[in-house]
């Protein structure tokens, strides 16, 4: 049943506010490291910089490039907390401004690392106390690391402000999105149809990507030379990228979850959860950030001049990858879609 509640304009979200300090917090640090010259985790400071574009921007001016983005968004965030009725002039500029440094911190910064500390972390925390793998943790997680996942934070929270904002001043409920006239691609039903074939090819990709990698672990040197097999042997980097195959395929298990019934209601072998509704924000937050993750990722690898090389061009250890450019979209479609066939009544404009 649809109503027509009228949602009031001035009832903004805590999205703004978090965003404006998260966001004004690194750019005050970004003034600091233009001021000293120092801290800034990108650049000649970022060891791993090659797979990054910031490696196109000079070093002096990133700093302040970095403080005058991050302000200027803290500002435009502080704006969308506050009641208004811009021109649309206005309104078209600080959301164009909004969603592009969004775009930005939550893409362009983060590039592969987050995806591949992401795939590595179960094995980094179970292994730790054992030893394995052998590695010095303060390499892994750097500065540059942390500050790839501080952007990737702020450009979600200021992507929310601005979805937030985009609604309201359109007249829509600034939580659920619905501004009373009938869309019918976003019914449940219709969701359900297009969402289904968003979460199989969002599953099928990383399972190729999977097969590759089982593939080195058991000695077949899928589209790589034989030497280059030998050498990973020898150095234990097959089983490191078997533990990602294995993580790239409990994804894709958990993303057919998006459009079954178990992904709705937990399985019977639960114990004590056997039965109980699966909470939306359980799936569709991990599904996000992972989608996310992707397609840092994606335009990271695409772009970087080394990624050719390591797989001597186009051939089987290539290709899972060449589809990464499919795999965000496509997970973050379909995880919308569960949203839409599960988010019922919205409590704050009472549609649904």
């Known amino acids: 049943m649809t109503t027509t509640t009228i ?11 978090l965003a404006a300090g998260w966001l004004g917090l690194w750019g005050v640090l970004a003034l600091v490291a233009t001021v000293t010259g120092t801290g800034y985790p990108f650049g000649v400071d970022d060891p791993d910089g090659d797979a990054n574009l910031l ?31 811009p021109s649309r002039p206005l309104r078209a500029l600080l959301l164009g401004y909004g969603w ?7 893409v362009v910064v983060p590039d592969a690392r987050v995806l591949i500390i992401l795939g590595y972390a179960p094995m980094l925390l179970l292994g730790a106390p054992f030893g394995w793998p052998p590695v010095d943790y303060a390499d892994v997680f750097t500065w540059a690391l942390f500050a790839r996942a501080a952007a990737m934070a702020g450009g ?12 309201r001043t359109a007249g829509a409920c600034p939580g659920c999105g619905r501004d009373g006239a009938d869309h019918g691609w976003t019914t449940p039903a219709a969701a ?12 099928a990709i990383p399972t190729l990507y999977a097969l590759t990698r ?19 042997q020898e150095s234990g980097l097959v089983w490191a990228g078997a533990g990602l195959g294995a993580f790239a395929v409990v994804g894709a298990i958990l993303t057919l979850g998006l459009v079954q019934r178990w992904g709705e209601r937990f399985p019977r072998w639960m114990v004590g959860l056997a039965g ?9 937050v991990p599904a996000a950030l992972v989608s996310l993750a992707v397609t840092a990722a994606t335009l990271g690898l695409v772009t970087n001049p080394e ?6 061009g186009f051939s089987m250890a290539s290709a899972p990858m060449l589809l990464w450019p499919f795999w965000g979209p496509a997970l973050a479609a379909a995880t919308y879609a569960y949203q839409l066939r599960r988010r019922g009544v919205c409590r704050r404009c009472d549609r649904g």
Request: charged fraction near 10%; aromatic fraction near 10%; glycine fraction near 6%.
């Open 276 to 284: 109980r509704r699966v909470p939306v924000l359980l799936a569709v």
């Open 214 to 232: 089982f593939a080195w672990a058991a000695g077949i040197p899928l589209g790589i030379p034989r030497s280059f097999l030998d050498e990973m």
């Open 192 to 203: 359900a149809r297009w969402g289904r074939w968003a979460a199989y090819v969002a599953a």
């Open 55 to 85: 490696r196109l921007i000079p070093d002096p001016v990133g700093p302040p490039l970095f403080a005058a983005l991050l302000l200027t968004a803290a500002v435009a965030a502080l704006a969308m907390n506050e009641p208004a009725h």
């Open 156 to 167: 979600v929270l200021l992507a929310l402000a601005v979805l937030g904002w985009q609604r």
């Open 7 to 17: 949602v009031p304009t001035h009832r903004a979200g805590r999205a703004a506010p």
């Open 307 to 312: 990624f050719w090389h390591l797989t001597g």
């Open 100 to 106: 592009t440094v969004a775009f930005v911190l939550a």
